[in-house]
């Protein structure tokens, strides 16, 4: 059976994604996740597995195409500035309907920025990530555990549906350390009839593209893989509730400042405040029933984030204008404290008679 | 009706039987077919994987019998290494022109060549970019007219043409580097012989293979086919002189690995004991 070991979050990625029948890592170093890559090159090895530093993001992810054309089970982990390099690449996989996993341990920006966590990069992976009409699924993870098993299971995800799944972890969840319980090894996976592998003389010719000159063929394309996105929106949305059957202040928060967000809303409960959390899980698709459950007993939601607003926009989307939706948070690495959000619920609360 | 027909020529079977896509006098069509003649020769057809460009070649995807992957403009050396990587007992090839190879895809040639990657490329350099009309290319030569490069190339604003055989024929990861041409039936048959060398050499595991082939644009040139493989012999020739620039068997070693540490024989941790 598994037992509950200690581990950084990148290496939980890491640990677990090979555990998912990931053998081929190709990365670039950067700043925070390190850990990743330099557990990838030390276990890749021992598991007959392929550890490639590649010579640019670009290229990394241009490896993670062409492993992903031969079928194979296939990641790539950086951090914002990286993750804006695979833009190109995360676009084309989209376009050839390629499973594989992105990670993007998140810092701040634009630019440079700098290497504290942040989750600023939320626009970029739920609206922009590649040019086209496109989408990828989200993930973001908020304990070392869920990191282990969202990286597992977005491996499923993506042979399922076969689109690129990204996990959007911070710098915070890559660096820190708690017990984890890893996932079993997989054994059996889904045939890929599609890969382009070599024929042997048993088949005609399998064909990777995502180029369509004909319009009227590109549109189809787009409409079928729309539909396929229609059916990840309807079964794949996943979020936590916490104290949310009654709850008056809907605080939303994901990944770390979910953690952060947590605490708040406790305090505020033993205060006196019907206030709950919704934690989305899935950022696209994002868990709109969630939200919409809770709008029975809402006066206003308040949206918590390590930006400047930017998972806001799904929440009042949402919300559609029936409630007041707010934002706090802080960008740029700064991490916002309990006391902080608390003063927010507080403020809120007051506001709308909560 | 005879007996037994006597074949003097037919289509390949690693070629499909689909009208391609270049123009008429484009070179391009010999080349894809000396391609599919070396796969034939070698019986590969069945385990390889070949990368289409960006460029005029984007779609020969369908006209290659093997598995293919089209791949983004310039990446085509990542794909393949990410192929090679997952299937090394097959055989994986690129085949890419000069604005996709020698510009936007420079990083990811040269660095696919260093690391030795057993992946072999065939270079269309034809000193133009065809497919978006005839813009300046990184092998445009000195004073070349093109569309981006109205009064002539300006090696002073728009620097030098880039030798990719010279540049690639120093690093260690590469086996075997030659120029070739297709102008006439002596020059193509020379081509044939060295993209199949270049299939063999990957293969064997010698390393990674890259044959160049200086080639001509009649359409973007504004040359009728003859004229324009006159204009390649004149102007281009001279500038991407034909042969091999680097082929680690003939220099005597068995593979890149013990060519490399023979070359930095001086070097003790390069050959410190126990390594390769």
Redesign the interface.
């Known amino acids: 059976m598994s037992e509950k070991v200690l581990m950084k979050g990148n290496e939980a990625l890491a640990e677990s994604a090979i555990r998912a029948g990931c053998r081929y890592f190709f990365g670039y170093p950067i700043t925070p996740q390190t850990e990743l890559a330099a557990y990838m090159a030390k276990r890749m090895p021992k598991e007959n597995g392929v550890y490639l530093q590649a010579e640019s993001e670009v290229a990394a992810i241009n490896m993670v195409y062409g492993a992903a054309a031969t079928g194979a089970r296939t990641m790539t982990s950086s951090s914002s500035p990286g993750i804006s390099l695979k833009a190109e690449g995360i676009s084309y996989l989209v376009g050839a309907d390629l499973p594989a996993v992105i990670i993007n341990v998140q810092r701040g920006g634009p630019g440079l920025g700098g290497i504290q966590p942040s989750q600023s990069d939320y626009w970029q992976a739920t609206r922009a990530m590649g040019h086209g009409d496109s989408h990828l699924v989200v993930y973001a993870p908020s304990t070392v555990q869920e990191m282990a098993d969202y990286v597992y299971h977005a491996f499923d995800i993506a042979d399922k549906y076969r689109t690129p799944v990204m996990i959007l972890a911070d710098g915070m969840l890559g660096q820190m350390m708690e017990p984890v319980v890893l996932p079993e090894r997989k054994t059996e996976f889904i045939e890929k009839p599609w890969a382009a592998c070599g024929h042997d003389n048993k088949r005609p010719h399998n064909v990777v593209n995502s180029l369509y000159l004909m319009a009227d063929d590109l549109e189809r394309l787009n409409i079928e893989r729309f539909e396929r996105y229609a059916e990840i929106k309807a079964t794949e949305q996943r979020s936590e509730s916490f104290l949310c059957d009654d709850a008056e202040i809907v605080v939303v928060a994901f990944g770390a400042s979910a953690r952060i967000a947590r605490t708040a809303v406790k305090r505020a409960r033993e205060n006196g405040i019907k206030v709950g959390l919704i934690r989305p899980i899935s950022l696209w698709p994002f868990p709109e029933r969630a939200i919409e459950r809770t709008m029975d007993t809402a006066k206003a939601y308040l949206s918590v984030e390590m930006n400047m607003g930017q998972m806001v926009d799904d929440v009042r989307l949402v919300v559609n204008g029936r409630r007041p939706v707010e934002f706090f948070g802080h960008t740029g690495g700064v991490i916002p404290t309990p006391v902080e959000v608390y003063i927010q619920i507080e403020n809120l609360a007051e506001k709308v008679g909560a | 009706m005879a007996e037994k027909s006597n074949i003097l020529f037919e289509r390949p079977e690693a070629l499909?039987p689909v009208q391609n896509t270049y123009c008429p006098g484009c070179a391009h069509g010999i080349v894809n077919r000396l391609v599919a003649e070396a796969i034939d020769a070698l019986g590969i057809?069945?385990?390889?994987?070949g990368?289409?460009p960006v460029g005029c070649s984007?779609?020969s995807?369908?006209f290659?019998?093997?598995?293919?992957?089209?791949?983004?403009h310039g990446?085509a050396p990542?794909?393949?290494?990410?192929?090679?990587?997952?299937?090394p007992d097959?055989v994986v090839f690129s085949y890419q022109g000069d604005g996709d190879l020698a510009s936007i895809g420079m990083?990811?040639t040269?660095?696919a060549a260093t690391r030795g990657e057993k992946i072999t490329v065939i270079f269309i350099n034809n000193a133009i970019y065809g497919m978006t009309g005839g813009q300046m290319a990184p092998t445009s030569l000195p004073n070349q007219t093109t569309q981006t490069s109205p009064y002539g190339r300006d090696v002073t604003t728009a620097g030098f043409p880039i030798r990719v055989c010279e540049l690639l024929s120093t690093l260690d990861g590469v086996a075997y580097a030659e120029r070739v041409t297709v102008d006439t039936p002596k020059n193509v048959r020379k081509a044939k012989k060295a993209i199949e060398k270049a299939f063999t050499y990957q293969i064997d595991g010698v390393g990674y293979s890259i044959i160049e082939v200086v080639a001509t644009c009649p359409t973007n040139w504004g040359f009728t086919p003859q004229g324009a493989f006159h204009w390649m012999r004149d102007n281009m020739l001279p500038y991407y002189p034909l042969g091999v620039y680097k082929d680690v068997k003939a220099d005597g070693y068995k593979d890149i690995y013990e060519a490399a540490a023979a070359r930095a024989a001086e070097c003790p941790l390069v050959n410190k004991e126990g390594d390769r």
Do not use: F
């Not at chain 2, 290659?64 to 983004?72: F, K, N, S």
């Open positions: 499909l057809e069945g385990k390889t994987i990368i289409a984007v779609t995807y369908n290659y019998a093997c598995d293919m992957i089209q791949a983004a990446r990542a794909v393949a290494t990410g192929v090679k990587r997952v299937l097959h990083a990811e040269v660095h």
